[in-house]
Every structure is written in structure tokens, then in C-alpha cells.
């Protein structure tokens, strides 16, 4: 797993407040400091009102977005929340999960599909380490296969992958999923940087 989990990783933490679903509150926090079988990770202030439920020895659940995807993480608390931090921690061997499974965020930006008769150009939705969500006029039927390349970043290179267009959603005509099936691990880390950063940003408004 330390090849995955590094600084700056989104971390969500499930706690457990009661007995019932509604009980189970979400937290979004950020690795601050890795370790062979402990995470220093961020506890935003905000959530002050779960604190008395993360003393030491606490069991929690960790979901860490990483690059390969989520790895859950059964976990108990090491360090309950100070100063905008805690320690939790978990065994390596028996208690890792990992699903292919990435955070999605909003990013309207270039989506290229190559057809027969050329490139067609469209908008994204969402982006995401696993494909993108877009809209399109021109109708695509489920399951076909397309060359695409996607742009990121304003000046940057565009990412290029290979992959199947579905539709997930008939009450949305004009959307569809690009859903990856061969891109590069580099360019794959460049996507999910990405939403890291648009998730934080977004963090910052509220």
C-alpha cells in the first residue's frame, strides 16, 4: 500500500454517531503524513461536533483516493482530532480493500472523440480517474469503441485514451459516459490530481 498512499491524498473517514444509517456521518480530510501502518491525516474544523466520538481506540472506516483507486482502510484511532489533525491506524494485512473506484468532480473542458470522418469535439460534465461524463448533440450508440483525447489543463497536453461510450442515464438524451478501458498511468494520476485540487477548491467556499 506505500506505494499508493502519499501527502496531500483525499481521505474520507466514516464515524459512527448511533445505531442507525443516518448515524454514519462522512469526513472529508487529507493525508498529512503516511506511515508503514499509520495515517497523520487533516480533521477540518467544522466537524467539531464528532469529536467526542474519535477518542483512542475508536474503530473507524477510511476510504483513501488514491491513484490505482479507493483502498478501505478498517481502522481505530491512534491520535483523537487536535489542532486540525489525528492519527489512525490499521493492519496492513488483514484489513485493506481496494476497489477500482474514483473520485469524480464537475469540469466542463475539451473532450475529442475520433470518428471516421474526423475528430469530434464536445464538452465534458465530470471528469474522473475511471472516464468522463459528457454532452453531445450527435447521438453514439452504447458500447462503442473510441480513440479520445481530453484536456486538462488550459495550455497543457492533451491526455489521450482509449475507451467505450455509454449510456447510463435515458432520461438525459445528450449525455453520455467515456468510460476508459487504456490510458497511461501518467495521465490517469494528471486526472485525479485534478479533482483533488477542484474538490478543494470547492471546499473552500463553504
Same mark, same amino acid.
Given at each position: 500500500?506505500?506505494?499508493?498512499?502519499?501527502?496531500?491524498?483525499?481521505?474520507?473517514?466514516?464515524?459512527? !454517531?448511533?445505531?442507525?444509517?443516518?448515524?454514519?456521518?462522512?469526513?472529508?480530510?487529507?493525508?498529512? @503524513?503516511?506511515? %508503514?501502518?499509520?495515517? $497523520?491525516?487533516?480533521?477540518?474544523?467544522?466537524r467539531a461536533d464528532l469529536i467526542p466520538y474519535l477518542s483512542e481506540g475508536s474503530e473507524i472506516k477510511a476510504f483513501v483516493y488514491t491513484f490505482s483507486g479507493i483502498i478501505i482502510l478498517d481502522s481505530i484511532v491512534y491520535d483523537a482530532?487536535?489542532?486540525?489533525?489525528?492519527?489512525?491506524?490499521?493492519?496492513?494485512?488483514?484489513?485493506?480493500?481496494?476497489?477500482?473506484?474514483?473520485?469524480?468532480?464537475?469540469?466542463? $473542458?475539451?473532450?475529442?472523440?475520433?470518428?471516421? @470522418?474526423?475528430?469530434?469535439? $464536445?464538452? !465534458?460534465?465530470?471528469?474522473?480517474?475511471?472516464?468522463?461524463?459528457?454532452?453531445?448533440?450527435?447521438?453514439?450508440?452504447?458500447?462503442?469503441?473510441?480513440?479520445?483525447?481530453?484536456?486538462?489543463?488550459?495550455?497543457?497536453?492533451?491526455?489521450?485514451?482509449?475507451?467505450?461510450?455509454?449510456?447510463?442515464? %435515458?432520461?438525459?438524451?445528450?449525455?453520455?459516459?467515456?468510460?476508459? !478501458?487504456?490510458?497511461?498511468?501518467?495521465?490517469?494520476?494528471?486526472?485525479?490530481?485534478?479533482?483533488?485540487?477542484? @474538490?478543494? @477548491?470547492?471546499?473552500?467556499?463553504?
Amino acid at each position: 500500500m506505500q506505494n499508493h498512499v502519499k501527502r496531500g491524498l483525499k481521505v474520507q473517514i466514516e464515524i459512527d !454517531t448511533g445505531s442507525s444509517i443516518a448515524s454514519r456521518n462522512i469526513v472529508d480530510c487529507y493525508i498529512l @503524513e503516511p506511515e %508503514f501502518d499509520r495515517l $497523520t491525516i487533516s480533521f477540518p474544523e467544522s466537524r467539531a461536533d464528532l469529536i467526542p466520538y474519535l477518542s483512542e481506540g475508536s474503530e473507524i472506516k477510511a476510504f483513501v483516493y488514491t491513484f490505482s483507486g479507493i483502498i478501505i482502510l478498517d481502522s481505530i484511532v491512534y491520535d483523537a482530532p487536535f489542532d486540525g489533525r489525528m492519527v489512525i491506524e490499521f493492519n496492513e494485512e488483514h484489513q485493506i480493500i481496494q476497489r477500482r473506484k474514483y473520485l469524480r468532480m464537475p469540469y466542463i $473542458t475539451d473532450l475529442f472523440l475520433q470518428l471516421d @470522418e474526423g475528430n469530434y469535439r $464536445t464538452d !465534458t460534465i465530470d471528469i474522473g480517474g475511471g472516464g468522463v461524463r459528457f454532452h453531445s448533440e450527435k447521438s453514439f450508440q452504447n458500447m462503442d469503441k473510441y480513440n479520445a483525447q481530453l484536456r486538462i489543463e488550459k495550455y497543457g497536453h492533451l491526455i489521450k485514451a482509449e475507451g467505450v461510450v455509454l449510456k447510463k442515464n %435515458f432520461y438525459k438524451p445528450k449525455e453520455y459516459v467515456f468510460e476508459f !478501458t487504456q490510458i497511461s498511468e501518467e495521465d490517469r494520476d494528471k486526472i485525479i490530481k485534478k479533482c483533488i485540487n477542484l @474538490e478543494r @477548491e470547492q471546499n473552500k467556499k463553504y
